[in-house]
C-alpha cells in the first residue's frame, strides 16, 4: 500500500494545479449560489420540495441536503477529522438546511481560510471509501464539482416546477477574479 501512495503522489506532481485563491474563489460562488438556492426554495410547498423526482439524488430539499452533507464530510475527511453523519429526518424543512449550511459554512470556511498549497499533495483516506487514497487538493475540486453538478439538477427540477433557476453564472458574482 506505502508504494501505491508513493507512485499516486509521483503522478499528481505530474499535473497542473488550480492555485488556493481559485479554490477559495469557487467555494465562495458555490456558497453564494446555494443561499440564492435556499432563498428560491422558500417560496416552494414543502411537498414539492419533498417529492421523489426521476434523476438526482431525490427530492429538491434531500438534494440540498446532500450537498452540505457531502461537503462537510468530505472536508472533515482532510483535516482528518471523524464524519460526523446527520439523519435527514432531522433537516426536513428549508430552514433546518439553511440553519445547517450557516453552522458547517462556519467550520467549513475555518478550515478552508487556513488551507495551504503545501498541502495539495497530502494524502487522504476516508472511511466511507475502503483502502483509497486521494490528494487534499482533489478532494477539495471534488468537493466543488460535485455541488455544480448537483445545482444543475436543481435546475431541471425548478424550471418543472414553472420557476425561473438561480443562475450559475460566474461572471459578475464579484468573487475577485482579475478583469
Same mark, same amino acid.
Given at each position: 500500500?506505502?508504494?501505491?501512495?508513493?507512485?499516486?503522489?509521483?503522478?499528481?506532481?505530474? @499535473?497542473v494545479?488550480?492555485?488556493?485563491?481559485?479554490?477559495?474563489?469557487?467555494?465562495? *460562488?458555490?456558497?453564494?449560489?446555494r443561499?440564492?438556492w435556499?432563498e428560491?426554495?422558500?417560496?416552494?410547498? %414543502?411537498?414539492?420540495?419533498m417529492?421523489?423526482?426521476?434523476?438526482?439524488a431525490d427530492?429538491?430539499? *434531500?438534494?440540498?441536503?446532500? %450537498?452540505l452533507?457531502?461537503? *462537510?464530510s468530505?472536508?472533515?475527511?482532510? @483535516?482528518?477529522k471523524p464524519?460526523s453523519?446527520v439523519?435527514f429526518e432531522?433537516?426536513?424543512?428549508i430552514?433546518k438546511?439553511?440553519?445547517?449550511?450557516?453552522a458547517?459554512?462556519?467550520?467549513? @470556511?475555518s478550515?478552508l481560510?487556513?488551507?495551504?498549497?503545501?498541502?495539495e499533495?497530502?494524502?487522504?483516506?476516508?472511511?466511507? %471509501?475502503?483502502g483509497?487514497f486521494?490528494a487534499?487538493?482533489e478532494?477539495?475540486?471534488h468537493?466543488? $464539482?460535485?455541488?455544480?453538478?448537483?445545482?444543475? @439538477?436543481?435546475? %431541471?427540477?425548478?424550471?418543472?416546477?414553472g420557476?425561473e433557476p438561480?443562475s $450559475?453564472n460566474?461572471?459578475?458574482?464579484?468573487?475577485?477574479?482579475?478583469?
Amino acid at each position: 500500500m506505502l508504494e501505491k501512495v508513493k507512485r499516486y503522489k509521483r503522478n499528481l506532481d505530474k @499535473q497542473v494545479k488550480v492555485g488556493l485563491d481559485d479554490l477559495i474563489k469557487m467555494f465562495r *460562488y458555490n456558497w453564494m449560489v446555494r443561499n440564492e438556492w435556499l432563498e428560491l426554495c422558500k417560496q416552494i410547498p %414543502i411537498g414539492e420540495l419533498m417529492r421523489k423526482r426521476n434523476g438526482g439524488a431525490d427530492s429538491i430539499l *434531500y438534494t440540498l441536503f446532500h %450537498i452540505l452533507d457531502v461537503e *462537510y464530510s468530505w472536508l472533515r475527511g482532510v @483535516q482528518g477529522k471523524p464524519d460526523s453523519p446527520v439523519p435527514f429526518e432531522n433537516y426536513q424543512t428549508i430552514e433546518k438546511i439553511n440553519d445547517l449550511t450557516e453552522a458547517w459554512n462556519k467550520e467549513n @470556511q475555518s478550515f478552508l481560510f487556513t488551507w495551504s498549497d503545501e498541502f495539495e499533495n497530502d494524502v487522504v483516506t476516508v472511511p466511507w %471509501i475502503e483502502g483509497s487514497f486521494f490528494a487534499q487538493g482533489e478532494v477539495l475540486r471534488h468537493v466543488i $464539482a460535485h455541488e455544480i453538478h448537483h445545482v444543475g @439538477q436543481l435546475s %431541471i427540477w425548478i424550471r418543472e416546477l414553472g420557476l425561473e433557476p438561480v443562475s $450559475a453564472n460566474v461572471i459578475g458574482r464579484d468573487l475577485g477574479f482579475p478583469g
